[in-house]
T-cell receptor, first 111, second 113 residues
Framework: GENVEQHPSTLSVQEGDSAVIKCTYSDSASNYFPWYKQELGKRPQLIIDIRSNVGEKKDQRIAVTLNKTAKHFSLHITETQPEDSAVYFCAASANNNDMRFGAGTRLTVKP | EAQVTQNPRYLITVTGKKLTVTCSQNMNHEYMSWYRQDPGLGLRQIYYSMNVEVTDKGDVPEGYKVSRKEKRNFPLILESPSPNQTSLYFC????????????FGPGTRLLVL
């Protein structure tokens, strides 16, 4: 089955700097890669996703890149703000039946 | 308002006392799923359902049961809870058409003593 690894587990950046979170997956059949943001005490919410037919997707300050050959994908947040502080989860899905999540990255943006 | 609801939100119980956590969605989604979230382990899938009367095991199904008698409801049943089932539980749903975009419920925090 699919195995998703996420790094780093914690990340602290200064406001305005960029943050990068990386994930690797094991199942070459995976074709959908969402990223979720979970604020303290809240439910995970989808912030961006990418499918295997594209290599990069952007949405304002957030971008995701996918390297299918190397089986890794990354989340990039530019011009970070304190409200970006949260736990971020990557996930991978191959057969639409299940979704495997990474262990999460706790991002802290210092003002 | 489109939403996924769970009840109860918080529950303290004792070992062996059967409990049910309800999940309901009003978006006519075919796909529903249960996850548990534990520190350092992310979200792990317990069970999922592709449609009414169709359920399948996820990564960590032991100690749990589910049922899908109606499209909108997907209850999680712990027949004999144990302390290692203390966790934060999330229900999620999605349309099969865009099945990967899952909408999560607010979570149920369970403590088993």
């Amino acid at each position: 089955g699919e195995n998703v690894e996420q790094h780093p587990s914690t990340l602290s950046v200064q406001e305005g700097d960029s943050a990068v979170i990386k994930c690797t997956y094991s199942d070459s059949a995976s074709n959908y890669f969402p990223w979720y943001k979970q604020e303290l005490g809240k439910r995970p919410q989808l912030i961006i996703d990418i499918r295997s037919n594209v290599g990069e997707k952007k949405d304002q300050r957030i971008a995701v890149t996918l390297n299918k050959t190397a089986k890794h994908f990354s989340l990039h947040i530019t011009e970070t703000q304190p409200e970006d502080s949260a736990v971020y989860f990557c996930a991978a899905s191959a057969n639409n039946n299940d979704m495997r999540f990474g262990a999460g990255t706790r991002l802290t943006v210092k003002p | 308002e489109a939403q996924v609801t769970q009840n109860p939100r918080y529950l303290i119980t004792v070992t062996g006392k059967k409990l049910t956590v309800t999940c309901s969605q009003n978006m006519n989604h075919e796909y529903m799923s249960w996850y548990r979230q534990d520190p350092g382990l992310g979200l792990r899938q317990i069970y999922y359902s592709m449609n009414v009367e169709v359920t399948d095991k996820g990564d960590v199904p032991e100690g749990y049961k589910v049922s899908r008698k109606e499209k909108r409801n997907f209850p999680l049943i712990l027949e004999s809870p144990s302390p290692n089932q203390t966790s934060l539980y999330f229900c999620a749903s999605s349309s099969l058409g865009t099945k990967e975009t899952q909408y999560f419920g607010p979570g149920t925090r369970l403590l088993v003593l």
